[in-house]
């Protein structure tokens, strides 16, 4: 079974940064972080395939990064530039099977069968 637990969201001024780490037990493929906010559905941010291989969202492209550390098993998610519609829950999602994903963006939420329990970031102006 694999569990994800995420950590390192906080309060931030517009502008600033923040790493976002999730630390994954199991045999894991893809990665990724999605996020929630208040009256919003659900958005894909950035997943990562077990290549390393990342794909963004249009809205944080050249602020944020993906990246992971195989060996720890930990995904991260570096957040620079961060702007007050950036606040939400963002959850880590992972899958342990192979996936082919030939579509733009982010790889869609319903591939992934786990879940973390969030970690919340609010960005004031």
């Known amino acids: 079974q694999v569990q994800l637990v995420e950590s390192g969201g906080g309060s931030v001024q517009s502008g600033g940064s923040l790493r976002l780490s999730c630390a994954a037990s199991?045999?894991?493929?893809?990665m990724g972080w999605f996020r929630e906010a208040p009256g919003k559905e659900r958005e894909g941010v950035a997943t990562i395939d077990s290549s390393g291989n990342p794909r963004y969202t249009v809205s944080v492209e050249g602020r944020f990064i993906i990246s992971r550390d195989s060996t720890k098993n930990t995904l991260y998610l570096q957040m620079n530039n961060l702007e007050p519609e950036d606040t939400a829950m963002y959850h880590c999602?992972?899958?342990?099977?192979?996936?082919?994903?030939?579509?733009?963006?982010?790889?869609?939420?319903?591939?992934?069968?786990?879940w973390g329990q969030g970690t919340q970031v609010t960005v004031s102006s």
């Open positions: 199991g045999y894991i493929t893809d």
């Open positions: 999602a992972a899958r342990s099977e192979r996936l082919y994903f030939k579509g733009a963006g982010p790889i869609p939420a319903g591939y992934f069968l786990y």
